[in-house]
């Protein structure tokens, strides 16, 4: 295996969420290839899998090196909930990390 990043980035989860019970603030994580910045891996703290593993599908092979548009765009297309702009928020925070 090749050299990869772990990137983390965090947003304030909306009223009214059941995951807000859980969590204060919504955390993304993405395994990152260090060389060609692909996203290997991606997780949330939604509390469902199932919410899981679609935030997994939804980023997996996605390069940040494109920038983070593609990634903004595959969420606001694809996922319909109340999380939805908080993950986007997260993910610009994620991203930063990864541009530092």
Known sequence: MGQTLMLAGHAKLPKGMAA??????????AEVDSQYGVILEASCTLLTSHAHNYFNQLLKGLSLKEGLEP????????????????LIAACKDMYYYYIE
């Open 71 to 86: 990634v903004i765009d595959m969420i606001a297309s694809s996922y319909h909930g109340k999380a939805k702009e908080a």
């Open 20 to 29: 807000r019970d859980v969590y204060e603030t919504l955390t993304v994580t």
